[in-house]
């Protein structure tokens, strides 16, 4: 029996799509790779479309869509998925790893129709960043182009990821897709720092540090003007309708003209409602919001694609 083509390999098959190495100048992933398992080297190699020469390219399509949003006051949301957010769209508890995502299955079956809704308007508005790589669109971690044939299809994948987008016919371009470390790359260079000189930075977090996240774009000769707008540390995917009031009005009362976002799973329906209802840009920033901060160690350390060899060459 021939095994009916999942929808990464029918992207892949059709020329549309492809894997390459997300290739960043002044980026070095050499202090992580060392830190970490040697397979994370895989994550290295990005879905790219047949449009993209590079992931050079890629951060300059990032930062024009946020510097015309910033500057014509327009709602730009960017959101980063990877495995946790997997997990949780395949009503995993499991999605539950640094942080508390879901109180149980039902929990996430009960918000997954707010999660819809707010991918309908991620894909009008701005900008989806999963992380897909060869060792993620399957079972095993093997490269894409070896047959997979019999082997069982995991929807806590990338594949199965892309898969729930299709059900819920949720358009996936070459307009609204970024690689997932491309985000990273952006966020920790001297250009998305100095674009934000002399702006109103909202930070949406837990977590709040202002000297450390004063000297982070003070190194750049960027001056922010930092908000911080406080939500709970756990459970933003599913209780995100129980803050969400009064965070929109404390964004719009403060002036905020940017926000950078953390809040876990719940990032996706924070930067839409945010950018939409204010207006703005909001990006979930993750684990740049704790270097920022100060507090790599939230994260479990280093991530790839947020060290430069020289951070002036971006």
Not at 8 to 29: A, H, K, P, Y
Not at 56 to 70: K, V
Not at 218 to 239: G, L, W
Not at 263 to 278: F, H, K, P, T, Y
């Amino acid at each position: 029996m021939v095994e009916k083509l999942s929808l990464i390999d029918r992207m892949i098959q059709c020329g549309e799509w492809e894997f390459r190495e997300l290739d960043v100048t002044g980026i070095d992933n050499s202090p992580v790779l060392s830190e970490n398992h040697p397979d994370m080297a895989e994550e290295q190699i990005s879905l790219f479309h047949r449009n993209a020469t590079s992931g050079n390219e890629y951060l300059e399509r990032l930062h024009t869509f946020l510097d015309d949003a910033l500057k014509h006051r327009s709602p730009a949301p960017v959101v980063r998925f990877a495995d946790g957010e997997f997990l949780f769209y395949a009503e995993n508890l499991h999605c539950n790893g640094l942080y508390e995502q879901a109180e149980s299955v039902a929990e996430i079956r009960k918000a997954l129709p707010v999660h819809v809704e707010a991918f309908i308007r991620l894909s009008r508005l701005g900008r989806m960043a999963p992380l897909v790589f060869p060792g993620n669109i399957g079972t095993h971690k093997c490269p894409w182009w070896i047959p997979r044939i019999g082997r069982k299809r995991r929807a806590d994948s990338a594949e199965g990821f892309l898969a729930f987008l299709d059900e819920h016919n949720v358009p996936f371009t070459d307009e609204n897709y970024i690689p997932f470390y491309a985000v990273y790359a952006y966020l920790a260079s001297r250009r998305f720092a100095r674009m934000l000189d002399g702006k109103t930075v909202g930070l949406i977090n837990s977590d709040c540090r202002l000297e450390p996240c004063h000297r982070w774009f003070a190194r750049f000769d960027s001056c922010v003007d930092i908000r911080f707008i406080s939500i709970p540390s756990e459970f933003m995917a599913t209780r995100w309708p129980d803050v969400k009031d009064r965070v929109l009005s404390e964004v719009a009362d403060s002036g905020v003209e940017f926000c950078l976002v953390g809040a876990g799973i719940g990032s996706l329906m924070v930067c839409v409602d945010v950018a939409e209802n204010c207006s703005i840009p909001a990006v979930d920033a993750g684990h740049v919001v704790n270097m920022l901060n100060g507090l790599e160690e939230k994260s479990n350390g280093p991530r790839l694609f947020t060290l430069y060899h020289d951070a002036a060459n971006f």
